[in-house]
């Protein structure tokens, strides 16, 4: 059994972070917490997916924006079509594409920054080792 992946990382933004990820990318809200310990938070995700985002936010500190353009996920989307809703639904929820810092993710996809400067890469192509 192959074990399931956790992206973590915390923000000073969680209710943009949600719309980006939930509204624009279309994943789910798979859990959400307040005043754990001090840090509020939320996981998203494909119910089945063997991955999912974990977004924190610990009250009365703030972590500032991503320390660089080439902080990246990259989700790839082998089919043409489904490429293209991901790309619109990104683009119907308000949020435009940006360059690519490194110009190889714009022959085939499409990058947008979240709220905190973190990006995120729709690539039109299938992912091989």
């Not at 000073?12 to 980006?20: G, M, S, T």
């Not at 809200?29 to 938070?41: C, I, P, S, T």
């Amino acid at each position: 059994m192959l074990p399931i992946l956790r992206v973590a990382r915390p923000s000073d933004n969680l209710d943009a972070l949600l719309r980006f990820y939930e509204q624009g990318l279309g994943l789910s809200v798979l859990y959400r917490f307040e005043d754990h310990g001090g840090f509020d938070g939320v996981m998203l995700g494909h119910p089945s997916a063997p991955y999912h985002f974990e977004f924190t936010a610990k009250r009365g500190h703030a972590v500032g924006r991503a320390p660089t353009e080439d902080n990246l996920l990259v989700f790839y989307f082998p089919d043409v079509g489904e490429w293209t809703k991901a790309v619109q639904r990104m683009r119907n929820a308000g949020f435009a594409p940006v360059a690519a810092y490194n110009p190889y993710w714009d022959r085939n996809g499409v990058t947008f920054e979240d709220p905190d400067g973190y990006r995120v890469v729709l690539q039109n192509a299938a992912w091989s080792r």
